[in-house]
């Protein structure tokens, strides 16, 4: 249904208007308790064989929503009642930014992928912070990614990170520091140990001062070289960090300027989880994003070691009710391979 949704409708739409009106339609969910709770419940994963604990948090299944889809924290209730075992809002920087010119997002249909050079577009740190004090109506886990605001020099970067940190991290079930997206000038840069060193622990000093000591991971690109990917897994592991998202988009494709995301990603993806897996074993909590499409993907994931898993552009092909097929479909092969929880499949091939 939702495949013929797509392709005679969806696909001939602009793709942020589309994404807008998804945000749109999400937030008035999250406006109406009684449909959202329905929802919920019959979507959000409820098994306890699903559910997942990290760095002290609770997570009600292994699949959450990647960041990038809901970045102002809009609309993450609504999300969670579509099935999303967790949600990371942003990338939220300091200062509100308008993000790049459009057009900036591009469907590649037939390789089921998208090329996205949005630039941290969002309404800034107090906003966010702002809508995550609202009140929520159903239980949401929220993870918070930070970047740093495009016009501050990456001589100050650290204060700025260190600014959404103070707004953000007292609001978040975990924080990221986003190092890899491409569509920052320099951002990227970040991520040698050199600059990452100061920059997280400054921003590891905010986490750590809150109320619950709020869990602290770092979100790296998946075109490091090998070594790079090895010497930012040994300074989390230095630094007491609680765990890595890996990986971002790639800017190693030939079609429009940005980061491409989606099937393409799938193969190194799962390289980079695996390469740090085999560095870090268990020390450090895994959460394997990069051209996740269907169960089988998550499973192979979470075999390789990664304990949570995320997915974007798998959502946009695989319609809304995506992460709730799934989340069923993962429990169903939790109890074929005799397992009482998903969590004793985590790194079983590792
Ligand atoms: C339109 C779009 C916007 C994104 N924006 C962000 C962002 O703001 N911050 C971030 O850390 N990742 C961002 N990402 C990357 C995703 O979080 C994810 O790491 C990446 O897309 C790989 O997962 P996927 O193949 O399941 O989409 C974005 C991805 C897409 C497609």
Redesign the pocket.
Same mark, same amino acid.
């Given at each position: 249904m939702y495949r013929l949704v797509f392709s005679q409708v969806l696909r001939r739409f602009d793709a942020e208007a589309v994404?807008r009106l998804t945000v749109s339609a999400l937030a008035l969910l999250a406006r109406l308790p009684l449909l959202k709770r329905l929802l919920h419940r019959a979507f959000a994963p409820h098994d306890p064989a699903l559910r997942v604990s990290a760095f002290g948090v609770h997570f009600p299944g292994p699949l959450g929503l990647?960041?990038?889809?809901d970045?102002d924290a809009a609309c993450a209730e609504g999300i969670a009642a579509l099935g999303f075992g967790h949600v990371?809002v942003?990338?939220i920087t300091a200062h509100g930014q308008p993000g790049n010119p459009r057009p900036r997002?591009f469907r590649l249909v037939r390789e089921r992928a998208?090329i996205?050079r949005?630039g941290?577009n969002n309404d800034g740190a107090h906003a966010a912070a702002r809508r995550l004090r609202r009140p929520r109506g159903i239980p949401v886990v929220i993870g918070v990614?930070i @970047?740093k605001t495009k016009v501050v020099p990456e001589s100050e970067a650290t204060a700025d990170y260190v600014a959404s940190a103070k707004k953000l991290a007292p609001l978040a079930d975990y924080l990221?520091v986003?190092v890899?997206?491409p569509n920052t000038p320099g951002l990227r840069n970040l991520q040698a140990v050199s600059l990452l060193r100061p920059l997280l622990t400054a921003v590891k000093q905010v986490a750590d001062a809150t109320p619950r000591r709020t869990p602290l991971l770092v979100?790296i690109a998946p075109d490091l070289a090998d070594e790079d990917v090895d010497a930012v897994a040994e300074l989390a592991l230095e630094l007491g960090l609680d765990g890595i998202?890996a990986?971002?988009?790639t800017i190693r494709h030939g079609g429009e300027t940005g980061?491409l995301?989606?099937?393409p990603?799938?193969e190194r993806?799962l390289a980079v989880l695996r390469r740090i897996r085999a560095k870090v074993g268990d020390r450090l909590t895994l959460v394997s994003?990069? @051209?996740?499409e269907d169960v089988d993907d998550v499973w192979e994931r979470i075999l390789a070691g990664a304990t949570l898993v995320?997915?974007?552009?798998?959502?946009?092909y695989g319609g809304p009710l995506w992460a709730a097929r799934i989340h069923r479909q993962l429990l169903r092969r939790v109890r074929r391979h005799g397992l009482k929880s998903v969590t004793e499949a985590v790194g079983r091939t590792a």
């Open positions: 994404h990647a960041a990038g889809f970045k990371e942003g990338t997002l998208v996205n949005m941290f990614n @970047g990221v986003n890899s997206s979100k998202i990986t971002n988009t980061g995301s989606g099937r990603l799938k993806s994003a990069g @051209g996740v995320q997915g974007y552009t798998g959502w946009i």
